[in-house]
Every structure is written in structure tokens, then in C-alpha cells.
């Protein structure tokens, strides 16, 4: 499994360059889209473990796992549900070919990268697949060459050329104590010299690079212009998935397969985390743009998995893998509803917006479900994972990071009631009476989203009373 969802992504982007350009303008998200579903139905079915590979010397050699658990299958789950959500807005909303046969060639590199980290079992081969996500992620930012795009992305590149060095430093620290970088040489190394100044340096650097990556505060600066200045698909890439694989999975995995319970990771992560919950809550409120919004969003929502990632017992990181998958998904849907509105009245400016419900009722509702399951409010998926992580601190007796979690649901609801004001109730504003529902191209992956997050909600109480 792992290295067929490596070279799958990697094959597909060989096809696509290689063939003619009429037929991948014609064929070319059908490639792409047939990779995404792939991912999608083996990661549910957990088919790929009939394509469990023994011995590779390339496995071998990036230390990628044959026995996926079920942290990297929600992660590879996740990645093909957004890579496909985000292919069928690029195709309703980027008007040039060009842009189009750029977006899938770059969707395809990001996938492949990762998917590798999401599969690697080593600091270096994390690092090394970050890398690639990355670059994608720099030309996505920029593809249109929009002035502000360009800035974002500039942004993006100089803080994270700094979270490069920092892992790199670290990497070197790392191999200088423990022989390797390999996580059961960290996590030997941790256990009979985790006292030493030096390791606890080496530690601390990673993870710092990974909270730049992640975009959580105090490291968020370029987070903000890089989601709301890219375009609508990138929007959706970005916010849905990539930076949240390329930060926090890799914050989850170490917890659970390096760090353990260790009370020098513990005490930073969950204070970042619970910072980041307030600070990405309090910023969403005094925000008039809608992608604007929805990016502070995205760093208090993150903030809440790194909580739970601190807190580090089996509860809580059940509870913060969770919301990593409803996150991926709660936070597309968004993106791609401000996509649709963007795209039917050409403003994301909330001030100039109102009551597009009775115009757009499909983004109105599908918005909705998005914001209540974002907030926390039952029976949606997004009320479990937070109610799981909440639940989770309190047995822990973190009973002030437990009030924080669950007061800041209430900030949470009150930026989407003011969202929801401002664009889809109240009198509709001058100028938009004539606009409509966005087509099925844009209608289709908000309906989707919308179903995954209800279908996840009404089913979890189910599968715990199976278990």
C-alpha cells in the first residue's frame, strides 16, 4: 500500500506531461480525480494491505511503513477527499486551460509528497516529503500571478525556508545523539538521554519548524495572506489539507509514535495549542473577508488537535485525529462556499454581501452545516471530536484547557452567526438581485462535503456502541 499510493501520484504526473496536451485538457482531471477516489476507497476499505510489500529497497530506504495504522489511514482519507473536492472546483472556477493542466500537475506533486509523510517512519524522510508538499504549495499560491497571491506566497517561502533550517538543524542534532533518524532511535535516545540540554534543543527546533508549517500562533503571520489571496481551489488545498499534513499530522505522529507522554513536549504543545484556539478565534471576529475569516478559523481549529495532542492520553488523541478529519472536511466546504459566492457575485468583501440564501440556497445551507459542525453543535461530526477532546482534558484534570475548549465553541458560533448575517440573511444588497445558485460543478463537491459531515455525525454514536 504505501508505495503504490506513492508511485500512483507520481505515474499519474509522468501520464499527464507526456501525453498530448488536447487530450489531458480533455482526459486530465479524470487522471487526477480516478487518483483522489482511488486513495479515497482504499483508505476506507483498507484494500491496500493486499499490496503489502515484504522487502523494497526503496521502502526500505525512506523507512516507509507496510502496515498502515489508523492514524495514517484518516490522514490518506482525508488528503484523497480534498485533492478531489479541490479538482472539481478548479474545473468550474480557473477559466484558462493553462491554469487547469497547472493546478492537476501540482495537485499531483502535492498528493505525492503527502502521501510520503503521512507513510514516513523517520525525521529526514518527513522532512525530504514536507519539502515537496511544499514547493507545490508555493507555485499553487502564485499560479494566477496575482499581485496579492505573489505576496502570500513570498510569505509562505521565507518563513518556511526558516522552519527548513530550524528541521534541518534539528535533524542534525538528532543524528549526532541517537545514530539515526529513524523514530525508534529518537525514541530510545529520548528515554535514556532526554535530560540533555542540547537533545531537548534538537527536539524543540523540530517542532518549531512544524508550527511554521502549521501556520499556529505565534508562527501564523504568512497563514492568513496565503489562504485568502490564492484561488479558490489552492484556497481549498491549502486550508483543507496540506498545511494541516505538513504540521500537524506530523505534530500527531511524533506524539504517538516518538514523544509519548513526555512532560517537556507536553506543557508547549498544549499551551500553543490552547493560544491558538483563542488568539485564531478573537482575530476571526473582527474580520470583514470572508476567506479572511475562515483562514483565523483554520488556526483555532488547529489549535484545538494540538491541544489534544499535548494532553497525549489514548482519548485525546483519538479526539485529535477526529478533528483532523473533520476539520479537512468542514474547512473545504467552507472554502468552497466562498468560492461559489465569489465566483456568482465576484466579492468575498462581506460588507458588500447580503441575503444570498433566497439566491444561493444550496451554499446558504451547505454553509450552515459547515459552521454549526465547525462550532461544535451536535449532531454534527464536528461536535463529537471537539466533545471527545473536551471530555479528554477534563479526565486528564487540564480542567482550565477543557473551559478554553469549550468557551471558545462559543466565539466560534458567534463569528459564523455574524458570517452567515453578513452574506446569506438579512436584506439582500443592492446590485445582487439577479444573482443565482452557482452550477452543479461548484453545487456537487459542497453537496458532498455537507453529506460526509452529517453522514459522520449520525453514524459515530453508532460505530462506539459497535465497539
Known amino acids: 500500500m504505501p508505495l503504490l499510493l506513492i508511485l500512483l501520484p507520481f505515474a499519474s504526473l509522468i501520464i499527464l506531461n507526456l501525453s498530448t496536451k488536447s487530450a489531458m485538457h480533455r482526459h486530465g482531471f479524470i487522471l487526477v480525480g480516478a487518483v483522489a477516489l482511488f486513495q479515497v476507497v482504499t483508505a476506507l476499505g483498507r484494500l491496500g494491505e493486499f499490496w503489502d510489500i515484504k522487502y523494497n529497497p526503496l ?19 482525508s ?59 508555493f507555485i499553487l499560491i502564485a499560479m494566477t500571478k496575482d499581485p496579492l497571491a505573489i505576496e502570500g506566497a513570498f510569505k509562505y517561502i521565507i518563513l518556511s525556508a526558516v522552519a527548513t533550517v530550524l528541521m534541518l538543524c534539528s535533524i542534525g542534532l538528532l543524528l549526532l545523539f541517537a545514530g539515526g533518524t529513524a523514530f525508534t532511535d529518537i525514541a530510545l535516545a529520548l528515554k535514556n ?13 523540530f517542532l518549531c519548524g512544524l508550527f511554521i508549517k502549521s501556520g499556529i500562533v505565534p508562527f501564523h503571520g504568512w497563514l492568513p495572506d496565503a489562504y485568502s489571496a490564492s484561488s479558490a481551489p489552492v484556497s481549498v488545498l491549502l486550508a483543507g489539507i496540506i498545511t494541516k499534513v505538513s504540521g500537524v499530522y506530523v505534530l500527531l505522529r511524533l506524539v504517538v509514535s516518538v514523544f509519548g507522554g513526555l512532560a517537556i513536549i507536553q506543557k508547549p504543545l498544549m499551551a500553543i495549542g490552547a493560544l491558538s484556539i483563542v488568539v485564531g478565534a478573537l482575530l476571526s471576529l473582527t474580520q470583514n473577508n470572508f476567506k479572511r475569516l475562515l483562514s483565523y478559523s483554520s488556526i483555532s481549529q488547529v489549535g484545538y488537535i494540538i491541544l489534544a495532542a499535548g494532553c497525549a492520553t489514548p482519548l485525546a488523541i483519538f479526539g485529535a485525529v477526529f478533528h483532523f478529519f473533520n476539520h479537512a472536511v468542514f474547512k473545504s466546504l467552507l472554502f468552497v462556499n466562498a468560492a461559489a459566492v465569489e465566483k456568482q457575485t465576484g466579492t468575498v468583501d462581506m460588507e458588500n454581501l447580503g441575503g444570498l440564501a433566497a439566491r444561493m440556497p444550496v451554499t446558504a445551507t451547505t454553509s450552515v452545516i459547515a459552521f ?19 471530555i479528554a482534558l477534563w479526565k486528564a484534570s487540564h480542567f482550565a484547557y477543557a473551559g478554553i475548549a469549550a468557551l471558545a465553541s462559543v466565539i466560534t458560533l458567534g463569528y459564523f452567526l455574524h458570517l452567515q448575517r453578513q452574506v446569506f440573511f438579512g436584506k439582500l444588497k443592492a446590485g445582487l438581485e439577479k444573482i443565482e445558485e452557482a452550477d452543479f460543478s461548484l453545487a456537487l463537491p459542497q453537496i458532498i462535503l455537507a453529506i460526509i459531515i452529517v453522514a459522520a455525525g449520525l453514524i459515530f454514536p453508532w460505530i462506539l456502541k459497535w465497539r
Not at 459542525?373 to 473536551?390: E, N, Q
Request: glycine residues 8%.
Open 59 to 77: 521502502v526500505k530506504f525512506f523507512s516507509l511503513g507496510s502496515a498502515p495504522d489508523n492514524l495514517t489511514l484518516i490522514a490518506l482519507l
Open 79 to 137: 488528503i484523497g477527499i480534498v485533492i478531489f473536492v479541490s479538482l472539481l472546483v478548479a474545473r468550474a472556477v480557473l477559466g484558462n486551460e493553462t491554469l487547469k493542466f497547472n493546478f492537476m500537475n501540482l495537485a499531483l506533486l502535492a498528493c505525492l509528497g503527502m502521501n510520503a509523510v503521512v507513510m514516513a517512519h523517520d525525521f529526514f524522510s518527513i522532512y525530504v516529503f514536507i519539502e515537496i508538499a511544499a514547493l507545490s504549495s
Open 193 to 205: 538521554s532526554g535530560n540533555e540540554f542540547l537533545f531537548k534543543a534538537a527536539v524543540g527546533l
Open 372 to 390: 454549526l459542525s465547525c462550532a461544535g453543535i451536535p449532531p454534527l461530526a464536528g461536535f463529537w471530536s471537539k466533545l471527545i477532546i473536551v
